[in-house]
């Protein structure tokens, strides 16, 4: 298990016992993680509804809850998913910054860190905003 693996599971027991469940702040940490550590053999699938779901959060104001709708709403249309270019840099906020933050700051962090992921995908939102568009009426 790497590194980051293991931080995903730290963070993972943090959101699941969340006592938040309808806001679902655990679909935030998954779709940022897939994000900032995609690399080539990342599904293309698993790329492109994580960028949904931080542009659904950072630009429509969506909870987790909605975000995890929506993907099941896009599970319908996976015959055409928009190409992404994976930046080289992901974002200046990672897993362990999170993880470091204090734990009355840590819903912050999270939201922070999901900002700072997609906008490191700054040359895919008109993809991603588009797909959007089509497929849930965005």
């Given at each position: 298990m790497t590194t980051d693996s293991k931080l995903f599971e730290e963070l993972s027991f943090y959101t699941f016992s969340h006592s938040d469940s309808d806001y679902f702040i655990h679909q935030l940490i998954v779709d940022a993680f897939t994000a900032q550590t995609a690399d080539k053999d990342t599904k293309k699938i698993s790329l492109v509804f994580s960028l949904v779901g931080l542009y659904l959060l950072t630009e429509?104001?969506?909870?987790?809850?909605?975000?995890?709708?929506?993907?099941?709403?896009?599970?319908?249309?996976?015959?055409?998913?928009?190409?992404?270019?994976?930046?080289?840099?992901r974002g200046k906020i990672t897993i362990s910054d999170v993880l470091k933050s204090q734990l009355n700051k840590r819903d912050e962090m999270i939201k922070k860190w999901c900002f700072s992921v997609w906008k490191a995908y700054e040359s895919s939102k008109e993809e991603i905003k588009q797909f959007c568009k089509i497929y849930l009426f965005e």
């Open positions: 429509k104001n969506y909870t987790g809850k909605q975000i995890q709708q929506a993907h099941t709403m896009l599970s319908n249309h996976k015959s055409y998913l928009p190409e992404i270019k994976l930046p080289e840099k």
